[in-house]
């Protein structure tokens, strides 16, 4: 799925130059959940941007499917993030005036699909997050934790290949977190996803294939411990 | 569809602020559209103003010198009446010949704004090339004085004068002239027939406040002339008081002491098109040095008095102040949707995560900005309604002086130049002007575009912002 070699992301503050990540060298398998873990401001989430072609390396190479994501134009990219990768935050990111069902409709605007195919899989996504329910209701009508699936309904409704997490339960209390977490895992696993989840939760990045640790910008693989849905090999 | 959906749902979140610069741009495009009637308002009052001095369809008009000042101590033209007041009471002198008019009635029917011109250049006139049509006309003051008994006798009581205007129109020709900018409420105008006849067709307001009706009877020195009908001539100009066949006026009108016989004071002309007036103008004062040539426009330009001051005040300061209202208003509105775009950066930032490209979220927010604009307009042309209706309610009444034209005048009994030594010779008539402002098509049209481009204005700059943020960025400045 992905093949980063030597990327480094340079971030300018003043006359200084501070690197996010260095000579990051790592391949992402189809189907793997990799969770990336480490203290703030060590490049976790530049990774996790790098990875969504939010952000552009300053050095090195990103290849998603074959693909080099580092010299995409914007409009491929953006076609890219709308066909293939699906995001959730930490702080859910909804869209406050519109209802969850809008907010999940916004993820199929870029798609062109129309009206009635629209509605069609907005209401299967929040089936499938068990929030049909909630589906005239706004963010601000909705707890932590339902926004967050509603979030999630978002990033899964346009089937992504690729689902990036940064930090999905870090506003959520325990019990909610397991709820999300027990719910991206089932997804992950009926779906065929490929996971990657930035978290500083250690005891959730244990349920990952593989665990990756940034620090100062630099990337260790740990030993996987699970293997991928797909029983494929994981490499790193 | 989801493009309305979504704004109409963010226009609601931030309805104060939608409202807020709205108002700005209604304030704005309302000042414009007032600015803009009344502006319309003061150019149909110049405009009526004209055509009832020139009548419908006159491009150029051509009237006589005016007679020169006399020297004090000169000798009055021959013909002329003088005013000789003396130990022994007042005298009234004619070729040297005095008597005390004392009791007697002193009635005049004079041209003494204009010196005559000779009737056969109207046919030149006509002639000229670029020249669609010509017609002459007398334009003349009918005055009389009744001498009281001991006038000019210490103590004694004065003359009391009282005079009318009299249009002399070419029952040959009256598609041209005063007369033709008129609407005949009673009665009938004058026909070719009446050349010779003792009629007359009074104005509307002249016959109101002289009880004057159909078959009606007015004296022109000591002429009596059958009313035949009234008219009714455009508000705010000031017409003459009753137009006679032409050849009457000539019959009976003097200059100088001189009769009018196969003379004209006043050419009105029509132009073959706008294009050929200045070159028309030219042709006419070549053929006719010295007599006053004016057309239509240089007219307008001599206008002063009170509609002057508030054409000006329209057209300068009103203008100005739209304008800087009208940038106040686009910058607010600009500054407001910068600052609308940069609270929701987290926002475009996630759409931009979720594949939508820069012009997808640009065409949003233009088109929030664009409802607002429009809405703003709507009210504006409203303002613009309002405002225009309270120019129109509570205006006063404004004067116009023209200068130099066949409005009436005061005139001396004496007639010619020597009058001047008794009476004012001429004076610029001022005429009362209704200040109306209406709100034009082309007024509302402009109130459109100028919200269009002002939603447009405060979205494109949204727009920039958008079109430069990064999503990484985007969610960093929140994360």
């Known amino acids: 799925m992905y093949q980063l070699t030597d990327v480094t992301k340079l971030y300018a503050t003043g006359k200084r130059t501070v690197p996010a990540v260095r000579d990051l060298s790592l391949a992402i398998g189809d189907g793997?959940?990799?969770?990336?873990?480490?203290?703030?401001?060590?490049?976790?989430?530049?990774?996790?941007?790098?990875?969504?072609?939010?952000?552009?390396?300053?050095?090195?190479?990103?290849?998603?499917?074959?693909?080099?994501?580092?010299?995409?134009?914007?409009?491929?990219?953006?076609?890219?993030?709308?066909?293939?990768?699906?995001?959730?935050?930490?702080?859910?990111?909804?869209?406050?005036?519109?209802?969850?069902?809008?907010?999940?409709?916004?993820?199929?605007?870029?798609?062109?699909?129309?009206?009635?195919?629209?509605?069609?899989?907005?209401?299967?996504?929040?089936?499938?997050?068990?929030?049909?329910?909630?589906?005239?209701?706004?963010?601000?009508?909705?707890?932590g934790g339902q926004q967050q699936r509603v979030a999630i309904a978002r990033a899964l409704v346009k089937e992504p290949k690729v689902l990036?997490?940064?930090?999905?339960?870090?506003?959520?209390?325990?019990?909610?977190r397991d709820e999300i977490i027990n719910l991206l895992e089932k997804l992950w696993r009926e779906r065929g996803l490929t996971l990657v989840l930035v978290t500083h939760d250690t005891a959730i990045a244990r349920r990952a294939g593989r665990v990756g640790v940034m620090s100062k910008g630099l990337l260790t693989i740990q030993a996987g411990t699970r293997p991928t849905h797909a029983g494929d090999p994981v490499t790193g | 569809m989801f493009f309305l959906t979504y704004l109409r749902r963010e226009l609601r979140r931030r309805m104060r602020q939608a409202i807020f610069i709205a108002l700005g741009l209604a304030l704005g495009i309302g000042l414009v559209v007032t600015v803009t009637a009344a502006s319309a308002g003061v150019r149909q009052a110049q405009a009526d103003v004209l055509r009832s001095l020139y009548g419908v369809g006159t491009d150029v008009t051509v009237t006589g010198a005016p007679p020169k000042p006399v020297r004090p101590g000169s000798a009055p033209p021959k013909g002329a009446q003088t005013f000789q007041i003396g130990p022994g009471g007042a005298q009234v002198c004619q070729n040297g010949k005095c008597h005390n008019p004392a009791g007697q009635t002193i009635d005049r029917l004079d041209s003494a704004g204009y010196r005559p011109i000779s009737q056969s250049k109207v046919a030149e006139v006509a002639k000229l090339s670029g020249v669609k049509a010509a017609a002459g006309g007398l334009v003349l003051t009918d005055t009389s004085i009744t001498i009281p008994k001991k006038f000019g006798q210490p103590g004694g009581p004065l003359p009391t004068p009282n005079s009318f205007t009299v249009d002399g129109a070419d029952t040959g020709d009256l598609g041209l002239g005063p007369l033709s900018a008129g609407t005949i409420t009673s009665g009938r105008s004058l026909h070719s027939s009446d050349g010779t006849s003792n009629v007359a067709v009074v104005d509307s307001s002249y016959a109101h406040s002289h009880k004057l009706k159909i078959g009606s009877t007015v004296h022109i020195v000591k002429h009596s002339f059958k009313v035949i009908g009234i008219v009714a001539q455009p508000q705010g100009g000031n017409p003459p008081d009753m137009y006679i066949p032409l050849a009457r006026a000539q019959a009976i009108g003097t200059a100088a002491g001189k009769s009018l016989k196969n003379d004209v004071n006043t050419i009105y002309v029509t132009a073959a098109s706008a294009a050929v007036i200045p070159a028309v103008q030219a042709e006419?004062?070549?053929?006719?040095?010295?007599?006053?040539?004016?057309?239509?426009?240089?007219?307008?330009?001599?206008?002063?008095?009170?509609?002057?001051?508030?054409?000006?005040?329209?057209?300068?300061?009103?203008?100005?102040?739209?304008?800087?209202?009208?940038?106040?208003?686009?910058?607010?509105?600009?500054?407001?949707?910068?600052?609308?775009?940069?609270?929701?950066?987290?926002?475009?930032?996630?759409?931009?995560?979720?594949?939508?490209?820069?012009?997808?979220?640009?065409?949003?927010?233009?088109?929030?900005?664009?409802?607002?604009?429009?809405?703003?307009?709507?009210?504006?042309?409203?303002?613009?309604?309002?405002?225009?209706?309270?120019?129109?309610?509570?205006?006063?009444?404004?004067?116009?002086?023209?200068?130099?034209?066949?409005?009436?005048?005061?005139?001396?009994?004496?007639?010619?130049?020597?009058?001047?030594?008794?009476?004012?010779?001429?004076?610029?008539?001022?005429?009362?002007?209704?200040?109306?402002?209406?709100?034009?098509?082309?007024?509302?049209?402009a109130a459109v575009l100028l919200a269009v481009a002002g939603g447009l204005l405060a979205g494109s700059f949204g727009s920039w912002r958008i079109a430069r943020l990064r999503p990484a960025d985007a969610l960093a400045r929140v994360a």
């Open chain 2, 284 to 445: 006419i004062r070549k053929l006719l040095p010295g007599d006053t040539v004016t057309t239509a426009a240089s007219l307008a330009s001599q206008v002063t008095g009170s509609l002057s001051s508030t054409a000006k005040l329209a057209n300068d300061l009103g203008r100005w102040l739209s304008v800087l209202v009208l940038i106040a208003a686009f910058a607010v509105a600009s500054l407001l949707t910068m600052a609308a775009v940069a609270r929701r950066v987290r926002e475009f930032g996630t759409l931009k995560a979720l594949g939508w490209r820069s012009r997808r979220i640009t065409a949003q927010v233009m088109g929030e900005s664009l409802v607002i604009g429009i809405v703003g307009g709507a009210a504006g042309i409203a303002l613009g309604f309002a405002g225009a209706a309270i120019i129109t309610a509570v205006a006063p009444e404004l004067s116009a002086s023209i200068p130099g034209s066949n409005g009436p005048r005061i005139v001396s009994v004496g007639g010619g130049a020597a009058a001047g030594r008794a009476f004012p010779q001429a004076a610029a008539p001022t005429v009362a002007v209704p200040m109306s402002a209406s709100v034009t098509v082309a007024a509302i049209v």
């Open chain 1, 164 to 176: 990036l997490a940064d930090e999905p339960t870090g506003n959520l209390d325990e019990d909610t």
């Open chain 1, 32 to 143: 793997e959940w990799l969770a990336i873990q480490g203290r703030t401001g060590h490049g976790k989430s530049t990774l996790l941007n790098l990875l969504g072609m939010l952000d552009r390396p300053t050095s090195g190479t990103i290849e998603f499917d074959g693909r080099n994501l580092t010299r995409m134009r914007e409009a491929r990219a953006s076609r890219l993030r709308a066909e293939s990768i699906g995001f959730v935050f930490q702080t859910f990111n909804l869209v406050p005036t519109l209802s969850a069902a809008e907010n999940v409709e916004a993820a199929l605007i870029p798609l062109r699909a129309g009206a009635a195919e629209r509605r069609r899989r907005v209401e299967a996504a929040l089936e499938s997050v068990a929030l049909a329910d909630r589906a005239r209701h706004l963010p601000g009508e909705m707890s």
